[in-house]
């Protein structure tokens, strides 16, 4: 945790230890979270409001990650460098909203989905805040924390398990949750979300997709996001038949379809970062303290 050749004061170790860590942090960017939730429900249509709600909420939440970063754990905070992060972002972005778009043409194309119109543009502005708040909030709570914290105790393949069981069950809290729904949050997003982080060792990547992911699927095709209340979209789409395929009352990432792509991108990421040796061994596994690992280029 630390770089200096003497050993930490005790109090520093023991708020270092995995456990007392990822509660320390998680704690606050898990209200963080929830305040960005209650403003935009106490906000819908007071555009101006929502905006600085969320951002107010973003900025606490990246300051109080940082802050924890630098005294507590005394680590560089490099997972949230604004190089190549930046980039990853945007890159994040058109990836996610185009897995999501592609699952829709899939299901068009099958059967089992149609476009029966359009709505104004403007239906499209209340989903950029929701947006953005899940993006940033649940990403840096659930793998800057969660999966991060764990990673660094019990390995990487036990934290990619531990932290999309966690992020998918979450979801349960939703409205119109369902087990098929939080189960194929786990496999799905769990997976994609998590690698993004252990192939980059930045947050950037998995931020882009999840803001992407969620304004494609309410902004632009009127979905239900994860089990959450319907809000209309720029096309009014329409999808019939099994729960299976459709996702049901949960929306589309209850779908077979979506949960497959979005799946096999996760895989592939994973793929890329296991070739880059940026897989980190359990405690009991190796020697010493985490290996650095470098992050990969842009």
Not at 79 to 104: F, N, Q, R
Not at 165 to 189: C, Y
Not at 235 to 262: K, N, Q, Y
Request: one cysteine or more; aromatic letters at 12%.
């Amino acid at each position: 945790m630390t770089d200096h050749a003497e050993p930490a004061p005790l109090w520093l170790r023991i708020l270092q230890f995995p456990p007392i860590r990822l509660f320390l942090l998680g704690y606050p960017l898990f209200y963080c979270l929830g305040f960005s939730n209650a403003f935009l429900d106490l906000t819908k249509g007071v555009h101006l409001a929502a905006a600085f709600a969320v951002a107010g909420m973003v900025a606490l939440a990246m300051w109080i990650y940082v802050g924890f970063g630098r005294f507590i754990e005394r680590r560089e905070v490099s997972d949230l460098a604004l190089s190549p992060g930046l980039k990853e972002l945007g890159i994040g972005m058109v990836v996610g909203a185009g897995l999501y778009t592609l699952g829709v043409l899939v299901l068009i194309v099958l059967g089992y989905g149609r476009i029966e119109g359009m709505n104004p543009v403007v239906v499209m502005i209340p989903a950029l805040y929701q947006a953005c708040s899940a993006g940033f909030l649940e990403e840096l709570l659930f793998r800057g924390a969660l999966y991060r914290i764990v990673e660094e105790w019990l390995g990487s393949w036990i934290s990619v398990v531990v932290s999309s069981v966690v992020f998918g069950f979450v979801h349960l809290m939703n409205p119109d949750a369902t087990l098929t729904g939080a189960i194929f949050i786990s496999i799905e997003a769990g997976l994609l979300l998590a690698a993004a982080y252990m192939l980059t060792r930045r947050l950037w990547l998995g931020i882009g997709f999840h803001i992407a992911w969620n304004y494609t699927q309410s902004a632009v095709f009127g979905g239900v996001v994860s089990g959450s209340i319907a809000q209309p979209g720029l096309f009014r789409t329409v999808f019939t038949g099994p729960d299976l395929m459709t996702g049901g009352g949960f929306g589309l990432e209850a779908s077979l379809v979506p949960c497959i792509i979005a799946t096999s991108a996760g895989a592939y990421l994973a793929y890329k970062a296991v070739q880059r040796g940026h897989v980190v061994q359990p405690f009991w596994s190796r020697a010493g303290d985490v290996p650095a690992l470098r992050p990969a280029s842009a």
